[in-house]
């Protein structure tokens, strides 16, 4: 039997004919097709994961999703083979074949497209196209609750991609009292949303240990990172991160996104509201605190003066900045999905 992998990025000639598609992996999800964003029936459908599909002109997707409506559980590989209704493929090849990806985090998967009409349909790769063009990072293990979070509600990158940056404030207020873990889960999550969003690791990830600005992202290029180092024993007395992401800024140039994690409200903030104002870089500013930006809605303040965060309302423009609250630091991975959703909404500068 000859087969053809469908490769990340890569386009195939379909088998001639008719085509019989089935699904490969455990069982819990159901094989679907869909053309403009909405199921449509196939010729013939065998079992959940197996249907017959005649090519007709209309780009169709072949999506994996979870059949108890939920995302799909971490580690859950799914791909699918091709091939005609006969089992061979008159076209030459016998079978072609998008081999398992993992679909963890997922409720639904696009694996590939098919387009044009018999006798000249063709398949295209829908998974890991950013690391097909050389844009992904080598995934870190650390990098998956990041990524399971952004697949719960979004489907691929973000559109458009941007290059983008971390800032963290390195200051007392941040780091004393403060496990380095819980403060490192926090940072896990944002890169780890991050990469799956953009399709690309940040340029760079700025310390602002005042008046010191150093870069420590190549400690965060391994399986297990070292908080404790990282982070450092000795924090910043003054949250001052304005030079910090000016740095970040310049990194990745005008039509970025700089990620800024702070404790509260820094001490620079009127310095970060004027570059703000003049600056094309966009801006998702994420502060520890009770606030109307709190992540979860149903946390956050009622009364006016219960929030902390209120001087931070000039770095909160649609289209170029977004300000988002976070009151519980432990409950960050509970809210995975929250942030995630608050940080690459339908609009705005992150996504």
Same mark, same amino acid.
């Given at each position: ?25 455990? $069982? ?13 029936? !196939? #010729? ?10 005649? !090519? ?17 559980? !971490? ?9 005609? /209704?006969?089992?061979?493929? /008159? ?45 992904? $990072? ?59 969003? #953009?399709?690309?690791? $940040? ?93 979860? $809605? ?34 960050? /991975? ?18």
């Amino acid at each position: 039997m000859t087969i053809r992998h469908v490769t990340p990025g890569a386009s195939l000639p379909a088998p001639a004919g008719a085509l019989r598609i089935r699904l490969d992996g455990p $069982p819990g999800a159901r094989l679907e097709l869909r053309a403009a964003e909405r199921e449509i029936a !196939p #010729q013939v459908r065998t079992s959940d994961v197996e249907v017959v599909l005649v !090519p007709t002109g209309r780009d169709v997707v072949l999506t994996a999703v979870a059949l108890d409506g939920k995302p799909f559980p !971490p580690g859950f590989l799914v791909g699918v083979t091709i091939t005609t /209704p006969s089992g061979t493929a /008159p076209g030459g090849a016998d079978a072609v074949v998008k081999l398992p990806v993992d679909a963890g985090g997922r409720a639904g998967i696009g694996l590939v497209r098919v387009s044009g009409a018999l006798p000249a349909a063709m398949i295209h790769d829908l998974v890991d196209t950013a690391e097909a063009l050389g844009a992904a $990072p080598a995934p870190r293990p650390w990098h998956r609750a990041g990524a399971y979070a952004w697949h719960a509600h979004h489907d691929g990158p973000a559109s458009p991609r941007h290059r983008w940056a971390v800032v963290i404030d390195m200051s007392a207020a941040m780091l004393v009292g403060r496990p380095r873990a819980a403060v490192g889960t926090l940072v896990e999550h944002l890169v780890g949303i991050g990469v799956a969003a #953009q399709g690309s690791a $940040p340029e760079c990830v700025v310390a602002c240990d005042f008046p010191v600005v150093r870069d420590i992202g190549a400690g965060l290029d391994r399986d297990t990172p070292d908080w404790s180092t990282l982070l450092g024993d000795r924090p910043s007395p003054w949250s001052r991160i304005t030079a910090g992401v000016r740095a970040a800024a310049e990194a990745v140039g005008d039509d970025g996104v700089v990620v800024l994690l702070t404790d509260g409200v820094p001490v620079d903030v009127a310095d970060l509201a004027g570059w703000f104002t003049g600056a094309t870089t966009g801006l998702a500013h994420v502060a520890l605190g009770r606030s109307r930006y709190e992540i979860r $809605p149903d946390h956050r303040p009622t009364r006016w003066w219960d929030d902390e965060l209120d001087a931070l309302a000039p770095l909160d423009v649609s289209g170029r900045g977004r300000v988002l609250g976070i009151g519980d630091l432990g409950a960050v /991975p509970a809210a995975a999905v929250d942030l995630a959703d608050a940080l690459f909404a339908t609009s705005g500068v992150a996504g």
